[in-house]
Every structure is written in structure tokens, then in C-alpha cells.
């Protein structure tokens, strides 16, 4: 009997695929209105520079405009770890090892799933997430 024989039925499994669907489409939406694709990286995005015609704006004006970028900037990266978390989880769902800690291989609770379906550790390694590595 397969993990998931044991603990998440089919149902659930696709519950969660559903919504990790979902959530790509609005990271993908999100990235898109924030910066555009850089074709050159399969998964490289750049925040939208426009066009800054420093002779005619005020050097205020250019200091507004680069902060709003540096802080398009920041929210593209942490969507586009979360997009990554995204497909990861919907990788392991056509592996087999969705919903598995990936700091203690033990399950992830349900309700922690429900929360963020991304989720790719337990509550009890939750702070070390971002330390987990490929
Ligand atoms: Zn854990």
C-alpha cells in the first residue's frame, strides 16, 4: 500500500491540484502586471523600466520611479518563489510525495495544506523552509 493509499485519497489529491492550478495562474497574472518576460530565461522575469526621460522629469519624479521599481523588484522575487513552490508541489503530486515534510519526511498536516497548498514542510519546520534546498 502506497503512501498515499494511507493517508490522502484521490479526492483530496486532486482538491489540492486544483488549487495549485489555480494559485499558478494568479502568480503567472501577478507576474505579468508587475514586470515582463525576459525570453531569454525560461523563467526570468524583469521589472518594467518604461521609459524615464530625465531631461523632461524631475529628478523627484526619477527617484519616485526607480524606488516603485527596486520595490517591484522585491515582490517579483517573492512571487516568483512561490510560483516556484507552486510547481514543486505540483511535481510531487505526479510523483507521488506531495503533503510530505520536506525537512522530516513526515506528513504535513492537513490544515497547514489548506492554509498553502505550496506548503513543503510541516508546522514544526515551517521557519526552516526557506533553508530547504533542492
Ligand atoms: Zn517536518
Redesign the pocket.
Known sequence: MSWYDAHMDHEKLNHFKKRLQDEQKLVDSELRSLGVRDESTPRGWDATLGEIDESATEPDEIADRIEELEGNEAEIREISAHQKNIERALARIEEGTYGI?E??G?RIEEDRLDANPSAR??K??MNGEGKVTE
Open positions: 515534510c525537512v522530516s513526515e514542510t510541516c514544526e519546520h
